[in-house]
């Protein structure tokens, strides 16, 4: 240990100046500590100065310095004293000068690569492939935004950034906090570039309110045939459990058919649900049974990303809920009738119109009572509610309504 000094509550000699010498050990065997008071803090400091200057480093006979280290550490300390750092001892600054070259490591570190092998851990860790393209997109443009190169590019102000960005909702900036958090824990965690994950203490945008919508039943009605009748009806199942059991789209996706039970009281078993994390049962419909029915067996997952994009836009403007550019412009949205949870919101206020119970279709929906009440309710006329329920495919006629 070398000198230091510390002022202590003696009523008498206040100043202490501690040292260790390895060459002498007390009774437990570790190198003995030798204590020295003083009444004066300047005669206290002189002594300090007196054992670095002797290079008694580590104890006091510990070590000895050659001629050059000697006059090496002298003048350090007198450089050190001259600067007004009498208290800095030429250990701490010796890991002073170490952490520097930490920033000049990160300033190394190209953020391209980074990026793909935290990307890489995530595909190993068997995340959905949903889950790694939607934080590849944020990551990539959140980097392309900040021109952000290096590790050292990413500062309060690249941060703060994803945070204050106008003109966007307050649910895209926290879902792009939310995806560069994941990489900079990554980076702590894994790599050890970083101390901490500097977004933690950023605080997250307000959520905006933001009102559900609903489809009337002609726009459901539009939006099953196209399934029906678009990509061979592979999508079909995919859309009835979204828009007759208000299951969530990434529920929907993983529900295995043989999870669907379409007897008279049949039900859809939810195995993950994404908040409650448990098992839930949907009671399914006559409207429900009809339209599964009509759908194709199609392979698991029932909806994927990658594969069936490209259809499910095309069934959604076939539907006109989404209206597209034209040309060049083909992938720019004119018009957009279409929320994520818009057949989740459409099943639910059906619900609450046919059994009168906020408690039963929170249970069914795996959302909480206070959510179906501040956004569910009034939203289906009762007519639109009766023509939800009444719901066919057009090809089975009249004879399935009647079952109904």
């Not at 006059?71 to 030429?90: K, M, N, P, Q, S």
Request: hydrophobic fraction near 40%; include cysteine; charged fraction near 30%.
């Amino acid at each position: 240990m070398t000198p230091r000094i510390y002022k202590t509550a003696h009523p008498v000699a206040p100043w202490q100046v501690v040292y260790r010498d390895p060459t002498r050990r007390d009774r437990r065997g570790a190198s003995r500590k030798f204590r020295r008071h003083f009444a004066d803090e300047a005669r206290a400091r002189e002594y300090l100065r007196e054992l670095t200057a002797a290079a008694h480093l580590e104890g006091v006979t510990g070590i000895s310095f050659d001629a050059n280290l000697r006059a090496d550490a002298i003048g350090a300390r007198r450089v050190l004293d001259a600067a007004g750092h009498t208290g800095l001892t030429l250990l701490e600054l010796a890991r002073e000068a170490a952490r520097k070259p930490a920033v000049d490591q990160r300033s190394r570190v190209l953020m391209a690569p980074l990026v793909e092998d935290f990307l890489e851990s995530q595909r190993r860790d068997n995340r959905a492939g949903s889950t790694v393209r939607n934080l590849a997109v944020r990551i990539a443009a959140w980097i392309t935004r900040e021109r952000i190169g290096t590790l050292a590019d990413v500062t309060d102000a690249t941060l703060l950034a994803l945070k204050q960005r106008r003109n966007v909702s307050a649910q895209t900036r926290i879902n792009d906090m939310a995806a560069v958090s994941s990489l900079l824990s990554w980076v702590v965690n894994e790599r050890r570039l970083l101390p901490v994950n500097p977004l933690t203490s950023i605080s997250r945008p307000t959520v905006d309110v933001r009102v559900p919508r609903v489809l009337e039943p002609e726009q459901a009605r539009a939006l099953l045939e196209a399934a029906r009748t678009q990509g061979e009806g592979r999508l079909l199942r995919y859309f009835v459990l979204c828009l007759l059991a208000g299951l969530r789209p990434s529920e929907a996706a993983r529900v295995n058919p043989q999870d669907v039970m379409t007897g008279r009281d049949g039900f859809v078993r939810v195995i993950k649900s994404k908040r409650r994390r448990r098992l839930r049962q949907v009671a399914i419909s006559a409207a429900f049974r009809a339209w599964w029915k009509a759908a194709p067996e199609t392979p698991m997952p029932l909806y994927d990303q990658d594969r069936d994009r490209a259809l499910f836009d095309a069934i959604r403007e076939s539907a006109g809920l989404i209206q597209r550019g034209r040309g060049g412009d083909r992938k720019r949205l004119v018009g957009n009738r279409w929320q994520n949870d818009i057949c989740r919101h459409t099943w639910i206020s059906l619900r609450l119109h046919q059994t009168k119970d906020e408690a039963a279709v929170a249970l069914e929906a795996g959302t909480s009572v206070q959510q179906i009440h501040e956004h569910y309710l009034d939203w289906l006329t009762p007519a639109a509610a009766r023509a939800l329920a009444a719901l066919r495919p057009q090809a089975l006629g009249s004879k399935v309504d009647q079952q109904g």
